[in-house]
């Protein structure tokens, strides 16, 4: 069996079955394991302690940053359509 410390910090996901005991073992003491497709990475496997402490700190800088204020502009959907799909007096939908 192989050891995690023995583990590459990339495994390609067609071995994953053959080595995912010690990637989790990894992951749980604190490690990353990097989880390729054909060279790129594609996921992660993290210890649930490391994944909540990201989200934690997403959430944190989420809510410390700067919201506009509300100045009682409204826009309607058809307004909102019309300027998202009309390109120089040409409907986009119609150029597809």
Same mark, same amino acid.
């Given at each position: 069996m192989i050891e995690p410390a023995d583990l590459p910090d990339r495994v390609d996901e067609s071995e994953?079955?053959?080595v995912l005991g010690p990637?989790?073992?990894?992951s749980a003491e604190g490690?990353?394991?990097?989880?390729?497709?054909?060279?790129?990475?594609? @996921? $992660?496997?993290?210890?649930?302690? &490391?994944l909540e402490a990201a989200e934690e700190e997403v959430d944190r800088r989420? @809510? $410390?940053r700067e919201r506009p204020t &509300?100045?009682?502009?409204?826009t309607?959907?058809?307004?909102?359509?019309?300027?998202?799909?009309t390109v120089a007096g040409r409907d986009k939908r119609r150029q597809r």
């Open positions: 994953l079955s053959a990637v989790l073992t990894r490690g990353v394991t990097v989880i390729t497709r054909n060279g790129e990475p594609i @996921a $992660a496997v993290v210890s649930m302690r &490391d989420l @809510a $410390a &509300d100045d009682g502009t409204r309607s959907l058809s307004d909102l359509l019309a300027e998202h799909f």
